[in-house]
């Protein structure tokens, strides 16, 4: 993984806000900041990966900002 902080934040960011990761949210995150694949390989699983189905979306979003 990239260690400069600027360097790890902005392919954060470029992974998590790639039009791969719409519908794909909780993989995306992991990508971003639980692995260290460079932003192509990154992407490349997430488009190879299933959407999240709209429903478990909204309500893993509902238990997030609820707490539950």
Known sequence: MDTNAEG???R?????TAEAA???EA??????YETDLDFETAIAV????PAEPPLD??????RA???Q
Request: no cysteine; net charge positive; charged share 15%.
């Open 46 to 49: 997430l488009a190879a990966g």
């Open 8 to 10: 790890t934040g902005a």
């Open 65 to 67: 900002a609820t707490g």
């Open 22 to 24: 719409k519908g794909r």
């Open 12 to 16: 954060a960011n470029a992974i998590m």
């Open 27 to 32: 993989l995306a995150k992991h990508l971003a």
């Open 57 to 62: 979306r909204i309500l893993r979003n509902y």
